[in-house]
Structures are given as C-alpha cells and as structure tokens.
C-alpha cells in the first residue's frame, strides 16, 4: 500500500527530505524481514532513484543495514531503540497493565491498548493467554481504524472537528468501500453514546468480536482505546453487550481516574444512557457531513 507523506503546499516548514526519509523507514512491517529499493519504492510511491540515495543515507546514519546478497536491507536495533524509547514515554501502557491482566482473568479475552497511526490503530500493550486463540496480536501490531472496535472507539472519543478530519481521510482512503464502512462507524457512535463502548462484531475478522473503549488523559496526549476481543463462540454479541463491554467501561474510567488523579465516574444504566441519545443528534449528524 502507498504512503503518502505529502506535505501542504504552503508548508515552508515542511523539510520534505526528512519526510521521505521516514516513509522509508515506515514501509517496513513486522514480518518483512529484507527489502529491496524497488519494494521500498512501490510502497511509499517515491521514485526508485530517491529511495536509493534515502537507503544510502539510513545506512550511513546505521539505521538499515544492507544484504548485498539479495540486494536488499533491513531495520537495525537503533530503529528498535526509537521504538522502545516512544514505548518507556507512554506511561498509560504501563500503568494500565495490571488493569488489563485482571480483566483478561476475568473474562478470558485478549486486552490491548493502542494508539492511531494513520488510518491503523498500533498496539503499544497487550494482554492475553492461551485462551485467547485466534487474536494472536503482539506489540507493534496494527489494526484497522475503520473495522475494529478499538478503531471505532478512538474515532467517537475523538473532538468533533478532529473527527470529521479522520473521517474525510477514511473515505478518501477507503473509495468505493467507504459507505458501508462509514456506516458501520455511525452505528458504532450510537453505542457509544448509550453504553460507553464500541463493538466490531466479525467486521474486521469474521471470527472475532470484540468491544473498544477510549481512553481520555487532561495532558493533551491521546486519545488512546482498549479493547477486549475473543473467538466469536467465546464471545457472542449478547455477551459484549451485557458483559464484556461494561467490564471494559469500568476498567478504563479507573485508568483515566489513576492516571488524573480524579475519583471514577459511576457508571450509568442503559437506561440512563439511552436518555442521553436523542433521535438524529449530534452522532447522526456528524457522520452526515462524511457522505
């Protein structure tokens, strides 16, 4: 998939150079192993003479190492410790571990953390066991925004205007396959807006259901979401609905309660939620505008 990385016409500030220098470290994936110029280039749409001098200039640098074998290169532990040092910064990873384990006891889900990157969500914790077979998601992973319940939570606990900026660049995105997705996003925002949570039903992998919840910090960081995801026969959608997503709820208000220093809000019944949300709101409308 082509990256973009393009920079506002008007932007004098923009150094172009080094924007294109990280999509070249960007176009390299989890099981990627080595890659060549021409597979750089196809995935960042950079000319293949551009990739050429940027793999040069990160090799010097020691963050690819070259394979004059295959012709090709790979990540080096110094991209590792880039990561790894963007990890010790995210303080809510570590703090929100205890909190995850306990729910994964509880309910015998996988529990992540994760943040946006682009129009994926990047998982920066994660929680899970033996019984939680086929969510085999470690750090680093990423999931779709537009599918996923943590995805779906992220953009409904996001600022309206920040939301319909997301939205726009889903729809350009995503082409042809945008409505029935957006749609899917709508929905999502009407349960939120009743219960607390996201759900993605077999929306983004047809055999697991998950619920996501975001999670708001008053330091200008995140928005960040958690989800908790299982096997569909381990986790129907009645389950989600009266179970697994209320769990999550409280899980993350005690998160954002540790981490601001403020005492958690008691949670609502669904039928004080559902008073909150009135026909053709502001969840309708704000998805409206994104046809």
Request: charged share 25%; with cysteine; proline share 5%.
């Amino acid at each position: 998939m082509k990256r973009t990385g393009k920079k506002p016409a008007t932007d004098r500030n923009f150094v172009v150079a080094l924007s294109r220098g990280l999509e070249v470290l960007r176009a390299f994936q989890p099981h990627d192993g080595l890659l060549g110029n021409q597979e750089i280039a196809a995935r960042t749409g950079l000319p293949k003479p551009t990739v050429s001098r940027l793999t040069y200039t990160l090799t010097r640098l020691g963050y690819l190492t070259p394979v004059p074998r295959f012709e090709k290169y790979q990540l080096t532990p110094a991209v590792m410790a880039l990561g790894y040092a963007a990890l010790a910064n995210l303080g809510v990873g570590r703090l929100s571990e205890p909190y995850r384990e306990e729910l994964m006891r509880e309910t015998g889900g996988a529990v992540a953390v994760g943040g946006r990157d682009r129009h994926s969500m990047i998982y920066f914790g994660q929680s899970r066991n033996g019984l939680t077979l086929g969510v085999q998601l470690d750090v680093g992973s990423r999931i779709p925004i537009a599918t996923t319940a943590m995805g779906r939570a992220y953009i409904w606990g996001l600022a309206d205007d920040e939301r319909a900026t997301l939205l726009r660049e889903l729809r350009e995105h995503y082409g042809s396959r945008w409505p029935k997705l957006r749609d899917g996003i709508e929905r999502c925002g009407d349960t939120v807006a009743k219960y607390g949570f996201a759900i993605s039903a077999g929306e983004w992998q047809d055999d697991v259901h998950a619920v996501g919840v975001a999670l708001k910090l008053n330091d200008g960081t995140g928005p960040y979401a958690f989800n908790c995801g299982a096997p569909a026969f381990r986790f129907t959608e009645a389950r989600l609905r009266s179970d697994i997503g209320p769990r999550l709820v409280a899980m993350v208000r005690n998160i954002e309660a540790a981490l601001g220093g403020v005492a958690p809000q008691p949670t609502q019944s669904r039928k004080q939620q559902s008073k909150n949300v009135k026909p053709g709101g502001k969840v309708a409308r704000v998805v409206e505008g994104i046809r």
